[in-house]
């Protein structure tokens, strides 16, 4: 297995009190599962994805299997992330739609699964609301999208490399008031 680090956790927003957790950094064949955030990194085979924490995100889809699964994709805000299998990776979870700035927008998508070995598929998906996209062949996981809490993708692993988790997405406040 490979030794590519986790991703960091994306950085918390806060104003009068009030905080909005950054999204938890993607897994790696190292690392192992994703880390816990607004919504939860992707995660590696045979572990889960990041979890949410509770009223801001879901929890990452698990990865149970043996060496050849594929990692599962992390939770969103809206939605869990997708579980790994042989035959796919998977997805982040959607995240949440908000029309608090005026324009309705996702924030808090999950991030996508690691590839387990030399994977001749497609990468994972973020999921909509900021996620990363996993890696594949050896290669590193997406970071998160700034301002959205979107969890990294996670890396994958080929024989003995490792790709290294994304970083999550940074988190945003947005205050409205009427005039």
């Known amino acids: ?52 924490i509770s009223g801001q995100g879901n929890a990452g ?9 594929n990692g599962g994709g992390g939770g969103g805000a809206g939605a869990a992330g997708q579980t790994g299998a042989t035959t796919y990776i998977g997805d982040g ?5 908000y029309d608090i700035s005026g324009t309705n927008t996702y924030y808090a998508g999950g991030g996508g699964g690691g590839s387990h070995n030399p994977w001749p598929g ?13 890696g594949i062949v050896n290669g590193n996981g997406t970071s998160g999208s700034t301002n959205t809490g979107g969890g990294g993708g ?19 406040v947005i205050i409205r008031y009427k005039l």
């Open 1 to 52: 297995g490979g030794n590519g680090g986790r991703g960091g956790d994306g950085s918390n927003s806060s104003v009068f009190g009030v905080t909005a957790t950054g999204g938890g950094g993607g897994g790696s064949d190292g690392g192992n599962a994703g880390k816990t955030g607004g919504s939860g990194g992707g995660g590696r085979y045979g572990e889960n994805g990041g979890a949410g």
């Open 61 to 69: 889809g698990g990865s149970t299997g043996a060496s050849t699964y």
């Open 93 to 97: 979870g959607v995240g949440r739609q």
């Open 122 to 134: 497609s990468a994972s998906t973020g999921g909509t609301g900021g996620g990363g996209a996993g």
């Open 154 to 172: 996670a890396g994958s692993t080929d024989f003995g490399g490792g790709g290294a988790g994304g970083n999550g997405g940074s988190g945003i």
